[in-house]
């Protein structure tokens, strides 16, 4: 429970001692103090925020612009934010837009889209590319901090392996909340390191702190873990994919998403079988061989899943795609697959944590011989085209693969919420898209005033 937020919001229609009541109620459900007590509690949390509001009456509106920020009006869950759909990735794009009006050089930025980003060494240095990438932990794992922290550091390896990295070293960022059970810590931490000891990359850094301090109760869990690779080769980025190139699948046991799934609907067996690191295994294999420099391009199949991959590489590169429903099924783990259509989850619509490898005819048949003899499950599921437009084949005809609005709905709630394209979103998309250009114009205008300072 945010507190903070609470006040913030009930301050604007209710008066002091009315908000202060509320407050004090909320914070006896999670603290095992007195009336008395939550009651100072409460009241300590109005005057700070009462402090902040005084903002608004500063005749300094350059230092009012520098603590308020500008505002869209359109909520996270309105928009999809997190939800791995058609919302999540306009607003990935204009993140993008506001990380390229720095002009700070990078090999890969965020505008590619692409799983991790890469910058190459100095010049006067061997030629090395050193490789970052960070993941969040699932939102529902909250209560399962092996799980979500195996999973996540798995994912952002991931990220690297797929830039045609050499993973070297893990860093995590641990939030729990203020009631939250500090054994939770550990579990989480294990399960990172579970996935460091299982490759051999090291956890090397890291940041333990509450969310959001004294100001939220609960016992949430939110965490990020962040990888670093290198290679001598440039990246496998999307943006080289070419038409006539070969599409290969690993087969997708899952990560975070296929754990919640069966978490949250009672089918506690399927969690086991997410339990690997075949993804880092095939990359490994691919890198060992010597085959990375000929590979055109690399992802995972995880926001949004094939449907959200296949429009993200459409998106950077003005390419077409022939995705073969068949062999895409033959390479999704049986016992996953039997609980995603079980429950009427697409299977194109969530992570299932496959390798997706782009390259020529011949590449890929040196590829699928390599990562097969390293264990794990490989096949070919389509070709790139010159149409310009992602399609998956079936016995029913062609279709074109389009990411929905939020990724396929794996949960009850999610089915709630629902996977259809709000009747306002080119007006959402509007609104997103102002504040992201009125945020881009208060940073220009903050760092000339720091350089003019300075």
């Not at 901090?145 to 893990?170: E, I, K, N, T, Y």
């Not at 094939?306 to 073969?324: K, N, P, V």
């Not at 996977?419 to 220009?444: G, L, N, S, T």
Request: aromatic content about 6%; hydrophobic content about 40%.
């Amino acid at each position: 429970m945010d507190m903070e937020g609470f006040a913030r919001r009930a301050l604007a229609d209710s008066d002091e001692k009315s908000v202060q009541k509320s407050l004090q109620e909320k914070i006896l459900e999670f603290k095992d103090i007195s009336p008395e007590q939550a009651g100072q509690m409460a009241k300590a949390v109005l005057d700070e925020v009462k402090y902040t509001l005084k903002i608004e009456n500063h005749p300094d509106e350059s230092l009012k612009n520098l603590i308020n920020y500008p505002k869209s009006g359109v909520g996270m869950g309105e928009m999809g934010v997190g939800s791995r759909g058609a919302g999540d990735f306009f607003v990935h794009r204009q993140i993008a837009e506001i990380v390229k009006s720095s002009h700070t050089d990078a090999f890969i930025n965020p505008t590619a889209q692409d799983d991790g980003g890469v910058v190459k060494a100095p010049a006067g240095a061997d030629e090395v590319y050193i490789t970052t990438a960070v993941d969040g932990i699932h939102s529902r794992l909250s209560e399962y901090p092996f799980l979500g922290g195996f999973h996540v550091a798995r994912a952002s390896m991931r990220d690297v392996c797929v830039m045609g990295s050499q993973p070297v070293a893990l860093l995590s960022d641990l939030h729990l909340a203020d009631d939250g059970e500090v054994a939770k810590l550990f579990d989480y931490t294990a399960g990172v390191c579970a996935v460091s000891e299982l490759t051999g990359v090291p956890l090397v850094a890291g940041s333990t702190l509450r969310v959001g301090g004294d100001m939220v109760l609960g016992d949430r869990l939110v965490s990020a873990v962040g990888s670093v690779g290198i290679s001598p080769y440039p990246p496998t980025a999307r943006k080289r994919a070419e038409a006539g190139d070969v599409i290969l699948l690993t087969e997708g046991s899952g990560g975070g998403t296929i754990t919640t799934t069966a978490l949250y609907h009672g089918l506690f067996d399927v969690v086991w079988e997410t339990m690997d690191i075949s993804f880092i295994q095939a990359s490994e294999a691919i890198l060992r061989a010597g085959l990375l420099p000929k590979v055109h391009a690399m992802t995972d199949v995880t926001n949004g899943g094939l449907r959200g991959d296949a429009h993200e590489i459409s998106q950077t590169t003005g390419l077409g795609m022939a995705f073969w429903e068949d062999e895409i099924r033959q390479q999704i783990n049986p016992k996953v697959l039997g609980m995603l259509e079980s429950l009427d989850i697409d299977p194109l619509g969530v992570s299932v944590d496959s390798l997706m490898i782009i390259a020529t005819e011949d590449v890929a048949s040196e590829v699928e011989n390599v990562v097969s003899n390293s264990g794990v499950k490989i096949g070919q599921i389509g070709e790139v085209d010159d149409t310009g437009i992602p399609r998956l084949i079936s016995d029913h005809g062609e279709t074109e693969l389009k990411p929905l609005f939020r990724e396929a709905a794996y949960t009850k709630i999610k089915k709630f919420v629902g996977d259809v394209h709000p009747e306002d979103f080119e007006e959402m998309k509007q609104k997103v898209e102002k504040a992201a250009q009125e945020a881009i114009a208060k940073k220009d205008q903050i760092v000339a005033r720091i350089r003019k300072n300075d």
